[in-house]
């Protein structure tokens, strides 16, 4: 605890150097804060023990132990959650237009088009990247992802002009998935053929 | 370990005599006026565009409002600049050659990412040793249009990696000259120009990591060729290494054998509140500059710092680079700055204590006698340093209030 002790008080130093007001310093010096900086200590006490001499040899290493790492439970409950909502709201439209008696086929791509056009409306009001922040595949992996990859780059580049700037970067997020997603239809058409021999 | 031989055998420090750090000027984007510095910059955008249409419009006319500024500042006439040096993030430098249009003075684009502004302090303070009187250097970069540049388009919903830093959006210019001004002008006296090291870290979020063996390199270099140590600093003060870089460099300093926990501080890391989730804190080429030209240059000034190593650090990469598969080589150039007050540095802190009723009124009756030693010298009101300007302010506030 000593250490830990003589540590805060050099940051002080820092920071009254830094000129900082002393509410920020506070907020710096909490208890909590304090808890949080000596259990990291801990947590790295083995790896510092094992990177006693770095070298450009085990640097990469040492910055993978040292860097923070996103927290995947957290990361796959937004992303559930939100994914989930969108296919729901989805599901939502195509039982509403089968209600109002439209066929079922033409049901579903209504559906998908209202969600590709929405995506797009939310996209140019700046509201569906701060959803991307925290949702993550939960909001580009649905079809609104695609909308959003597609609108993102056009409304960026509009300003180069319509033709050079919105028509050449329109496609740059959505291009790679657009061709990778034809090559591997037609690999997986290719399988089908072997196995069913045409018939399926 | 043949660093260590290089090291020992050339020396790469060089000193200046005459160079004056005579004025700062700090233009800062909405995110940065709300974060911890933020009463400290001397001008602000309440609009991330600046009433332009484009951001690399606004990130041009940010360029011009820093270098207007600072001249209006320092009472220095456009004739009267020799030359601009400085650089941004964008291709080909475009946002200060663009805003150098208007000048007359001779331009030099700077560009070493984020080190930009120390490399163009050193250029400036060489410039000035040999040949020029006044000089500005320049820096800046702006949040949306680097994103656009080096990541993905604004509106893209992606999620962001812990490890990353934030763009952030301002301008730093400062003016050097040959003669100070002020009796309390800051004074440049010794650069270490950083050479480049690859520590072969590939992944592009992760810039600290890249950077801080860099910076560990030319302070090493630095201490090695004066013989100080890092405790005869006040401040020893990093661009843009983030959290973790500062952590990095603090490890590597330790195994070089010089101790930096004392007194190392990081730009970037200093900029924003944990709550504005900029993850790793702030990084461009504006984030030195910024720091250094609000709170450091008063801090310098007022005396309440004598000294200090400024390391801008920066990742020499492209978008090209990266997708190739080439690591992030990266570079940090060191600048000594030192206070000219008398007795710097050991006056206790005002905000940290309350003075009693006696020493106000001492303190009064002084700053009484010094306004009219300086009503007597009209050269010296003219040249006003910020900090005054600022106390006039406060004491109308309070009139008013009353």
Redesign the interface.
Known sequence: MKSDKK?TS?IG??E???????E?SLEVFSKEKQEEFASTQEKYKDV?QK????D?SN??E??FH?????SHFK?MFWAFLVGGLICVLGQAFVELFLYLGMPKPDAFVLASSVLVALAAIF??F?I??????????G??VPIT?FS??I???A???R?EGMIYGLGAKMF??AGPVIVNGVAISVVIALITLLFTGGGG | MTQNIENNIKKRTIYFDDVYFSEGFSVVGPKELKGKLGDHFDFALINDKYDQKTFEKAERKMFETAIDGVMAKSKVLPIEVDAILGGDLLDQIVSTSFSARKSSASFFGMYTACATYAQSLIMGAALIHGYYNNVICISGSHFSSAERQYRYPLELGVLRSPMTQWTCTGVGATLLTKNAHTPNTPKITAATPGRVIDYDIKDVNNMGAAMAPAACDTLKQFFSDTGKSPQDFDLILTGDLGKLGKEILLDLSKQEGFDLTDNLADCGASLYFTKQKTFQGGSGAACSAIVVNSIILDNLRSGQMRNLLLVGTGALMSQLTAYQGDGIPAVAHLVEITSSVKDAGREPLEKYYQPKKEEIKMKNEKNAKNNNSKNNNVKNKVNNSKSDSKNEMKNKKENKDK
């Open positions: 540590k050099e130093k820092v009254k150097a830094l000129n900082l007001k002393p920020e510092a990177f006693q001499h770095i450009k640097y990469k040492y910055v040292k860097s923070p790492k996103s990361n996209t140019g700046g569906y990247d701060l959803l991307g922040r925290f949702a993550g595949a909001s580009t992802g959003n990859a609108v993102a780059p409304l960026e580049f300003c740059l997020v």
